[in-house]
């Protein structure tokens, strides 16, 4: 096995079969999670490469790159995964929410308001799956995903980040 270094992105391996990083994830365990907790299709991700940089920062790439590579960045971040629970970004979650069929929260325009400002919220009439949840509001007739939230405990927790709360 070899190390993991932050300093540059390695492409994620095809399975786990293929890793050579200790607790690296593969490009089938990232995409069958957004299968498995959020039902968006594995052929959504076609086009797309994932890349590690750092210990579990996943980042999506619409394209093809030499690995390793050391550059600042490469798509975008989308998933967090050396930890307990796998934690996907906004920034995925707003690109790539609206293929998802599962653990999808809609919430009325006073309860998305307050997602988007950043605060946590009692929602006891959730009845779906605890964790994390594509948060999202219909607009103009369509779902409209706002963001990742945490549910526990018959709240919903918004995982928006300080610099992209907003008073709508």
């Not at 957004?34 to 994932?50: N, S």
Request: aromatic share 12%; hydrophobic share 35%.
């Amino acid at each position: 096995m070899s190390d993991n270094d932050g300093q540059r992105f390695d492409r994620l391996p095809e399975t786990d079969t293929e890793r050579t990083v200790e607790g690296r994830a593969s490009r089938k365990e990232v995409i069958d999670y957004f299968e498995d907790r959020f039902g968006i299709p594995p052929e959504t991700f076609a086009d797309y490469t994932f890349w590690e940089k750092g210990a579990g920062k996943i980042w999506i790439y619409a394209g093809e790159a030499p690995t390793p590579i050391e550059i600042e960045a490469i798509g975008m971040t989308c998933l967090r995964t050396r930890q307990e629970h796998w934690k996907p970004t906004t920034d995925f979650v707003q690109r790539f929410g609206q293929f998802a069929t599962d653990c999808v929260i809609e919430l009325e325009r006073e309860q998305a308001r307050a997602f988007a400002a950043g605060e946590d919220q009692d929602l006891e009439w959730w009845d779906g799956d605890w964790g994390y949840l594509i948060a999202a509001h219909e607009l103009a007739g369509d779902l409209e995903p706002l963001g990742i939230g945490l549910y526990v405990h018959g709240e919903l927790r918004s995982m928006v980040p300080k610099g992209r709360q907003r008073d709508i």
